[in-house]
């Protein structure tokens, strides 16, 4: 870890670390990901979420980061990686991968990723996590340099990472560009999902890309999911992975997953957490009440 950001993460009174950027204090928040395995649901994963704060009180994420000059963006990037690792290790159960969020907009050449990749190994090598725990999220629309996105995936999959593409079926979302990628997993968009499982058509499209991915070796993630209705029929499309509030919400490090296990989680895991980016679920969050392909039917 480069001299900056050593100096920019303090440990707190409870031990977790927090990032110092000017008037800032960042945090790590941590929601699980399940996988369907023998018919039940159990954390297989983690991604890290940025929790920002002044004086106490907390900011919305995207505001944050949009407030920042260009010139401190590769660097604000690189402090939460090493902020979201170092919590990682301390509360997070120790076989779960980590997803890790990058933007590659702010690597605009070869040499960035270098030197940030060299970053988050020594990060790594210094808390004693393993490499290929860690899977980086990006994101493939047009709008970011496309030369940039090839060469930040390739350098990240050289060191030992797995690839995420993240909010596939957002805006210009491309299935060959996705292809060419050649990710380990992709994320599918919440509203997205939401709106496929709203109907029989839209549900047999959701089945179809799935089943299409896996044929490519890909692994597939539902996010979002909210309510019980949505994991009955997310695990009847194959999908092998799940996010989302009806399962359980992000908690703010430390926290209260350190003790979770494959064998003893529950597919109903969703509880409040104190992380001020909870907000309360949109329907019922873990009812799991009559449903035809996506649309609700009245209970009687």
Known sequence: MSRSIASSIVRADDGTAVG?????????????????????LAPVAFEALLRPFTDGEALAPLNFLGS???DERIVVENLLHALHLTNAATCLPGDASIFLNFD???????????????????TLSRIGLDPHRIVCEVTEK???????????????????????????????????????????????????????????P???????????????????VFEGIEEGWQVELAEKTGVAMLQGFALARPEIA?????????????????????????????GDGGGRGPKAFGRRTRQP
Do not use: C
């Not at 430390?254 to 949109?282: I, L, Q, Y």
């Open 142 to 200: 047009e709008t970011v340099s496309q030369e940039a996105l090839f060469s930040l995936v390739a350098s990240l999959r050289a060191s030992g990472f797995g690839i995420a593409v993240d909010d596939y079926g957002a805006d210009d979302s491309d299935m060959a560009r996705v292809r060419d990628l050649h990710p380990d997993i992709v994320k599918f968009d919440a509203r997205w999902i939401a709106r496929l499982m709203d109907s029989g």
């Open 202 to 220: 839209g549900y047999a499209l959701l089945a179809t890309m799935v089943s299409t991915f896996a044929a490519q070796g890909i692994r597939t």
């Open 254 to 282: 430390p926290t209260s997953f350190a003790g979770m296990t494959r064998n003893g989680a529950s597919a109903t895991a969703g509880h409040a957490s104190g992380d001020p980016a909870n907000s309360p679920p949109s």
């Open 20 to 40: 110092q950027w000017g008037r800032y204090a960042l945090k790590s928040a941590f929601q699980p990901i399940f996988a369907f395995e023998s018919g039940r």
């Open 104 to 122: 590659p907009s702010v690597f605009t050449d070869h040499a960035v990723a270098d030197m940030s990749i060299h970053e988050m190994r020594a």
């Open 68 to 70: 920042l000059p260009l």
